[in-house]
């Protein structure tokens, strides 16, 4: 089955630095990659994804770019801001009903 | 509409009790997922369904039973609560049609085993 590893676990910046998040996954049929970021107490929320036929997407501060090949895929926050401190997971899936998520990454955002 | 709700929010038991997490969502969604999240490992799906009537083990389902009677509703069942059960449970819905459509998430029910 489908495995995701997450680096680094801990990440800490300081404001309006960029903050990069990088993930590799096992199953060469996986084609969305989703990322979902996660605030203390809450469940996590879907803050951008892409799919396999696409190199990279951006989201004003946010983007995501994904290498096939290497299947590796990374999150790029750009000019970070304190709500930004969060724990943040990239996730696979192959088309199937099942996501599989990376071991999570939490982002400080130091003022 | 308030999404995916999930109660209790805290919960302590005794290692062999039994308990029921309950999970709603007013979407109407079909998919209904439970994961598990525990500290450093990130988020193990145990048991989803596809829709009422169906459902089917994720990567972690020992230990753990599932029911959709209805759309809306989706608990998760501990028989003989045990420690390694302790953990953040979280449950999730999405819209049918492609896997790509975002998962919502409840704001999870804390589970300790003593």
Redesign the interface.
């Known amino acids: 089955g489908e495995n995701v590893e997450q680096h680094p676990s801990t990440l800490s910046v300081q404001e309006g630095d960029s903050a990069v998040i990088k993930c590799t996954y096992s199953d060469s049929a996986s084609n969305y990659f989703p990322w979902y970021k996660q605030e203390l107490g809450k469940g996590p929320q879907l803050i951008i994804d892409i799919r396999s036929n696409v190199g990279e997407k951006k989201d004003q501060r946010i983007a995501v770019t994904l290498n096939k090949t290497a299947k590796h895929f990374s999150l790029h926050i750009t000019e970070t801001q304190p709500e930004d401190s969060a724990v943040y997971f990239c996730a696979a899936s192959a088309d199937t009903d099942k996501l599989i998520f990376g071991t999570g990454t939490r982002l400080q955002v130091f003022p | 509409n308030a999404g995916?709700t999930q109660t209790p929010k805290f919960r302590i038991l005794k290692i062999g009790q039994s308990m029921t997490l309950q999970c709603a969502q007013d979407m109407n969604h079909n998919?209904m997922?439970w994961?598990r999240q525990d500290p450093?490992?990130?988020?193990?799906?145990i048991y989803?369904s596809?829709g009422a009537g169906i459902t089917?083990k994720?990567?972690v389902p020992n230990g753990y039973n599932v029911s959709r009677s209805t759309t809306e509703d989706f608990p998760l069942r501990l028989e003989l609560a045990a420690p390694s059960q302790t953990s953040v449970y979280?449950c999730?819905s999405r819209a049918p049609g492609?896997?790509?459509t975002?998962?919502h998430?409840?704001?999870?029910t804390r589970l300790t085993v003593t």
């Open positions: 995916v998919y997922y994961y450093g490992m990130g988020l193990k799906l989803y596809v089917d994720g990567e979280f999730a492609h896997s790509s975002p998962l998430f409840g704001n999870g």
